[in-house]
C-alpha cells in the first residue's frame, strides 16, 4: 500500500531563509511523487514531479526536490524563501497500478 | 499548461437543497476527474473516481446516494450533493488527469460549499 507522510504541519522561515520541507513515502512499487501547493480558497498547483528520470527535479518559483530511494523521501527545497511562498504545500504519490493519488497531511509555509 | 475549471467557487444553501458542482476540463479531454473533499486545515479527501461514460468508483465511506457524480463528456464532470445538510459544508475539489500513467493532476479552483 501506499502511503505519504509531512513531517511538520507548520514551519516557519525569514524572508531569504532557505525553505526545506519534508515528505517520506512508502510504496511496494517505483512511485511517482509530486509536490502541489494551495493558496487559500483555490485549488491545487503543481510544483514539481519525480516520473523515474533526474532524481533532482527542478520546478516553478525557485523549488526543487530530490528523489532519494534509500531514505524514502522526496524533500522540498527553496534556497530563498519569498513572501509569496506562504502557502499550504502537498506532497503526494502514485503508481500507475492503483491509479490513485494519496496526498500528505499538508505543511503550512508561514514567510 | 491544461485548465480545468470549477463552478461555482462558492455557494450557500439550506438544508434539504440540492447543489450542483461542474468540473470541465478547457483545453483537453479527461477520461477520468477525481472529486476531492477538504475540511479545514487539513489534506484532500478522494471521494470518488469519476469515468466518462460509466459510474463513478466511490471510495469507501462516500455515501453514493448522497453524493451523485455524473461524466457525461469527456469534458465535463459534476457533483451533486443531494439534500444537503450543514455538515456537508465543506470545500469541494476536483481534478483531471492528463493522459498517461504518469500523468499529473490537474486542479479546479475549487467550490466551498455553506449549508445553512
Known amino acids: 500500500a501506499q502511503s505519504v507522510t509531512q513531517l511538520g504541519s507548520h514551519v516557519s522561515v525569514s524572508e531569504g531563509a532557505l525553505v526545506l520541507l519534508r515528505c517520506n513515502y512508502s510504496s511496494s512499487v517505483p512511485p511517482y511523487l509530486f509536490w502541489y501547493v494551495q493558496y487559500p480558497n483555490q485549488g491545487l498547483q503543481l510544483l514539481l514531479k519525480y516520473t523515474s528520470a533526474a532524481t533532482l527535479v527542478k520546478g516553478i518559483n525557485g523549488f526543487e526536490a530530490e528523489f532519494k530511494k534509500s531514505e524514502t523521501s522526496f524533500h522540498l527545497t527553496k534556497p530563498s524563501a519569498h513572501m509569496s511562498d506562504a502557502a499550504e504545500y502537498f506532497c503526494a504519490v502514485y503508481t500507475s497500478g492503483t491509479y490513485k493519488y494519496i496526498f500528505g497531511t499538508g505543511t503550512r509555509l508561514k514567510v | 499548461g491544461a485548465v480545468v475549471s470549477q463552478h461555482p467557487s462558492r455557494v450557500i444553501c439550506k438544508s434539504g437543497t440540492s447543489v450542483k458542482i461542474e468540473c470541465r476540463s478547457l483545453?483537453?479531454?479527461?477520461?477520468?476527474m477525481f472529486w476531492y473533499r477538504q475540511f479545514p486545515k487539513q489534506s484532500l479527501m478522494l471521494m470518488a473516481t469519476s469515468n466518462e461514460g460509466s459510474k463513478a468508483t466511490y471510495e469507501q465511506g462516500v455515501e453514493k446516494d448522497k453524493f451523485l457524480i455524473n461524466h457525461a463528456s469527456l469534458t465535463l464532470s459534476t457533483l451533486t450533493v443531494t439534500s444537503a445538510h450543514p455538515e456537508d459544508s465543506s470545500f469541494y475539489i476536483c481534478s483531471a488527469q492528463l493522459g498517461g500513467n504518469t500523468g499529473e493532476l490537474f486542479f479546479g479552483e475549487g467550490s466551498r460549499l455553506t449549508v445553512l
Open positions: 483545453d483537453f479531454q479527461a477520461t477520468t
